[in-house]
């Protein structure tokens, strides 16, 4: 897939009928010969531009990262804070916020109070995206990248979707994100384009255009 081809299928899909509204482009990428069921695709991508959407973080810290949190995060539910939080509370905020960062040293405690509603959502501090921080992290830079970072998970159908820009957006701001997504698909299947059958774009309330 290359430069071209998103630029034919941005074509096609802008001689769709429009809406009122500014839509979002979805990228879907459909997979074959993998078994979803025993091998369950599950990874993150760093777009290069906003997708255009708001991306809200949470932080739950302790005193020392309490001034950074609360510069770069959305909210901040500091130590003392935890037993406000009943179940119903909880589950709202796993509703409301998209990621979470947490405190190392504070694991431990906001597993017992958040971990079954974030679990749920999938949205536990996640080691691997790097939420979760020592005392002296650099929220500035995290906050950053998680602004700019979607989710792509198989685990029941063989695609992969994921929003990539709003129609507002410069062309070659969208092409530059499903290139971003599609290099980092391509490392994390196993047998990398071979397991790709086909990659299509669409609008919000439009049908997909195939670019590949």
Known sequence: MDKEQIQK???ELKQQPQKKFVQSYDLI???????IKSSPVDFFVTLRHPKGKTIKIAA??????SEAATKFCDLVIKESEFAAYDKKKAKQLAESY????AQANLM????GTFGKSLGVKGKMPNPKLGCVV???????????????TVRLQAKKGANLQCMVGKQDQPED????????????ALKQLPEESQNIKNISLKLTMG???RIS
């Open 207 to 209: 049908k997909p255009v």
């Open 108 to 111: 431990g405690k906001l597993a």
């Open 9 to 11: 299928a941005l074509t």
């Open 29 to 35: 990428i459909n997979l074959k010969n993998i078994v």
């Open 98 to 101: 998209d990621y979470f960062i």
């Open 173 to 184: 701001q969208i092409i530059e994100n499903i290139l971003a997504v599609y290099e980092t």
């Open 134 to 148: 020592p005392p002296n992290a650099n929220l500035e830079a995290l906050a950053k990248k998680l602004r700019l």
């Open 60 to 65: 739950f810290v302790a005193q020392e990262l």
